[in-house]
């Protein structure tokens, strides 16, 4: 969470705002011109590209390494992008190789994190959560996105931010039942690995699963459980479930999207 611009900004729309989106403007008429445009909003394009930068300066410094063991791997995808695609993702990946054993053992594997920056605005809240009683004050942060991203069918616009709940989510996925948290990693990876293409994106999967839950009325009466096995029958009865979940949510979204071109082309 980038602590100074939280406290820099405030939370406006606009009349091309779709839902879930909104601008970012500055609280004060004095603002940084580098990163907020003539009218006070914060150009989240920019700030993004900043961000990108320095956590992978950062990463790649001796210092760093010398304090962590752990050494920062430069993908070939990340060496060879065209100008302007970090703009294009959500999430900056990265990739760590454990250089120093922990409690005795090498650590074979590289390690991979998803960052992204995001803003939290004290105070404020959006007008229509749902399921409000499942969130806690600060679960409500603004990560930058653009519209055109996810509603492909609407031109470049205003830089934007994007309404996430990603701690909300992250904290009830902990509290799941065992089987389903079970469930929900088998669906990612047979979504992963199944074939040479990637069927389902996680985040997909994961908003899918929360629709299940929600419409099943469980969603706030999961809990942690003690025992260590998974029944295989249950096991298999919730991957049904979600999979039958995440492609009845993609063409929810396909029909919502085709009446959207078809309303915007008259």
Not at 40 to 48: A, D, E, F, H, Q
Not at 226 to 251: F, S, T
């Amino acid at each position: 969470m980038l602590t100074d611009l939280s406290g820099s900004c405030k939370v406006c729309y606009s009349p091309e705002s779709p839902p879930g989106f909104v601008l970012l403007k500055a609280l004060t008429p004095e603002f940084d011109e580098d990163l907020f445009n003539k009218n006070g909003i914060l150009n989240t394009r920019i700030v993004k590209f900043k961000f990108e930068t320095v956590i992978k300066r950062i990463l790649s410094s001796l210092s760093f390494f010398e304090a962590t063991g752990f050494e920062f791997i430069e993908s070939a995808e990340d060496l060879v992008a065209q100008p302007g695609t970090t703009l294009t993702k959500l999430n900056t990946r990265i990739k760590l190789k454990r250089t120093k054993p922990v409690n005795g053992h090498h650590i074979l594997h590289d390690i991979s994190v998803d960052v992204v920056p995001a803003i939290r605005i004290d105070g404020w809240w959006p007008n229509d959560v749902h399921r409000e009683d499942l969130c806690q004050t600060g679960d409500c942060l603004i990560v930058f996105t653009q519209p055109h991203l996810k509603y492909p069918w609407i031109s470049w616009t205003e830089p934007h931010g994007f309404i996430s709940f990603a701690q909300a989510e992250s904290r009830l996925l902990r509290n799941c039942l065992r089987v389903i948290k079970a469930a929900y990693m088998v669906v990612k990876r047979m979504s992963k690995y199944f074939c040479q293409y990637e069927f389902f994106l996680s985040h997909v999967i994961k908003t899918a699963l929360f629709w299940c839950l929600d419409e099943m009325g469980i969603g706030h009466k999961c809990s942690s459980d003690d025992n260590d096995e998974v029944n295989g029958e249950e096991l298999l009865r919730w991957v049904q479930i979600i999979v039958c979940c995440v492609l009845l949510h993609k063409i929810t979204f396909h029909l919502i999207s085709c009446r959207s071109v078809i309303s915007q082309s008259g």
